[in-house]
């Protein structure tokens, strides 16, 4: 089921254009990662699918609404976003930056509720941290500050979740343990987008991938269809070859 | 599961109680000395629409608790706004002055006293000074960038309080020398000496109008400390928030500022001191701020009213107090900010 839709976007920033025709479908339960190389309007995509920058045109529709015609509020139950795991400003715990995620089902003077600490908390406890609860965000590792960000997005309760480069500068065991967390939540019924900088992890936990070019070149399909040799060696303009282990993962590498 | 509510409601009960100590202890304080059971009882006598107009009651009602009152809405105030900005601005080294509201205000009250106005035109053109210059800032940085820019926002407040700064430098070379120089000297130093009850009472509803948002807002204010698209995508108008968060805390700012004249470091320092007993988190942050600072400048206005043969300019004890301990508190605590 189609969850999230985009249909012929341009995006860009005010008269400024980044990237047009863009047509991209989300279903639940699966994991969509978006690909390309720096420069190429990723995150402009990202933004003007999450709702934070506006469509130049064309229209994303979310659950079959218009993401233009919905409030802040609304979009923010139906879509999560999990920013790169970042030190805030104040040195929150971690329960007081999940139990943020909340804010979309409080009144405009509300305050999170028992039931509110309770969903932040059932949240840490699905993805293992919720002996954290109590620690301070700025002094866990970066896989468990990325985990916590993660958590927030879970307390949103929201079907669709963004992630950006949720492995960006996390260790080998700390990219495992959120590559595998995006699987498990995909398996329990949500639809993950999440931009990556890495090929290999597309084809580890993917289901479809949309890839973005220079000159608004965009591809969407089923992993091993679009990512082919030819295809990364154009996008990222370096020689690169795609093999397939014996035990049937894929390695990219330079040719 | 463990939440705290405990140690927060034994913090602001505590807070609480410190404020009305300090206030019965420093109305004690003075060249005309009242003992603190004399206190008591003039003020139960007046609550019960009794009592006499003798020395004490003139001193107590006319003179030392308006000062006193004064001194904790300026507090509360200062602070208040203080807090609200450093959530806003995602920064805990911003201060009501970030924007230019408190120059903005001298500016509009030295004006006044340069024209020969009388006290509460000066306190309203204080006060328009202060909005002004908070719109033009605002304008200012709408123009430069389209949404909101913080970095390009606190660079056009620095910009437009240096126009203010200059102008007050203007106004100081026009004024008379022996009249209205010292006067206006004065007054940007800070002083609550001239305070009387009519002067709270104007004062406070404005105060509080510009609070309450702060208060009522204070979860959501506390998710924009995320930065813009987080609190965005966490459900928040931003745009509206902020202009409402600005709009309130400059005028909480601008009131006091028309009464008490420009103060520094309170809006500074006492949002971190709050941050240290009740943690980051606005929504109890801001209270205690409210309290601290309440308590804070009654204190320090006690000590500017007795502890010299003259008025200690306010603005120069908060500085005297505030450098050190803000450098204490830099150098002490890792729950400042992240380290």
Avoid at chain 1, 224 to 238: C, E, R
Avoid at chain 2, 286 to 296: H, K
């Amino acid at each position: 089921m189609t969850v999230l839709a985009a249909h012929h976007l341009t995006i860009g920033y005010g008269d400024k254009m980044v990237a047009s025709d863009l047509s991209l479908g989300c279903a639940a339960g699966t994991v969509t990662c978006l690909l390309g190389p720096n420069g190429v309007g990723k995150t402009t995509l990202f933004k003007t699918l999450l709702g934070l920058l506006p469509a130049l045109d064309g229209n994303v529709a979310v659950g079959g609404d218009d993401l233009a015609t919905l409030t802040r509020r609304e979009i923010a139950r139906r879509i999560a976003y999990v920013p790169q795991a970042h030190l805030t400003e104040f040195a929150y715990t971690v329960i007081d930056l999940v139990v943020m995620g909340r804010t979309a089902y409080l009144g405009a003077f509300g305050k999170p509720r028992p039931i509110d600490y309770d969903k932040a908390l059932a949240a840490l406890d699905m993805l293992g941290i919720a002996d954290l609860a109590e620690r301070e965000i700025t002094r866990i590792s970066g896989g468990q500050r990325q985990l916590a960000f993660i958590a927030r997005a879970l307390a949103q309760e929201s079907r669709i979740i963004f992630m950006d480069e949720p492995t960006a500068s996390l260790d080998l065991g700390n990219r495992v343990r959120v590559l595998r967390t995006v699987r498990t939540l995909a398996q329990e019924g949500l639809a993950i987008v999440l931009s990556t900088h890495e090929p290999e992890h597309a084809f580890e936990i993917a289901d479809r991938v949309a890839v973005l070019g220079h000159g608004s070149r965009f591809v969407t399909g089923e992993v091993q269809a679009v990512l082919t040799a030819d295809v990364l060696s154009g996008l990222y303009g370096v020689p690169l070859c795609v093999e397939r282990t014996p035990s049937g993962r894929h390695v990219v590498g330079s040719t | 599961m463990k939440r705290p509510p405990l140690r927060t409601a034994t913090v602001f009960g505590a807070l609480t109680l410190a404020v009305a100590v300090l206030m019965l202890i420093a109305a004690t304080i003075g060249p005309y000395r009242v003992p603190p059971l004399t206190v008591l009882k003039a003020l139960g006598e007046r609550l019960a629409g009794a009592g006499g107009h003798g020395a004490v009651e003139t001193v107590l009602f006319n003179i030392r608790l308006p000062r006193i009152v004064a001194a904790a809405l300026v507090g509360a105030a200062l602070a208040a706004a203080g807090a609200a900005y450093q959530s806003l601005f995602r920064n805990p080294l911003v201060s009501p002055d970030i924007l230019g509201v408190s120059t903005g205000a001298g500016l509009g009250a030295v004006t006044g006293i340069l024209l020969g106005m009388p006290v509460m035109m000066i306190q309203l053109f204080g006060f328009a000074g202060g909005l002004a210059i908070v719109s033009m800032v605002m304008a200012l940085s709408r123009a430069l960038r389209s949404s909101g820019d913080i970095l390009v926002l606190v660079l056009a407040g620095i910009v437009v309080g240096a126009l203010a700064g200059a102008g007050i430098s203007l106004v100081k070379v026009l004024a008379d020398p022996y009249d209205q120089l010292p006067a206006i000297t004065f007054w940007l130093l800070g002083s609550l000496a001239g305070v009387k009850a009519g002067d709270v009472m104007a004062t406070l509803p404005a105060v509080a109008v510009g609070v309450a948002p702060l208060i009522l807002l204070r979860w959501r204010i506390g998710v924009l400390s995320l930065g813009d698209d987080e609190a965005r995508a966490l459900g928040i108008e931003v745009a509206r928030l902020r202009v409402i968060v600005i709009a309130g805390a400059t005028l909480a700012t601008a009131s006091v500022v028309a009464i008490s004249g420009v103060i520094g470091w309170v809006g500074l320092m006492v949002p971190h001191m709050a941050r240290l007993m009740v943690g980051p988190r606005f929504d109890r942050q801001l209270p205690a701020a409210i309290l601290i600072g309440a308590a804070f400048m009654i204190v320090v206005d006690t000590l500017a009213r007795s502890a010299a043969a003259i008025e200690i300019p306010l603005g120069v004890l908060t500085a005297i107090i505030g450098g050190p301990m803000f450098v204490w508190l830099l150098a002490h605590s890792r729950r400042i900010a992240a380290p």
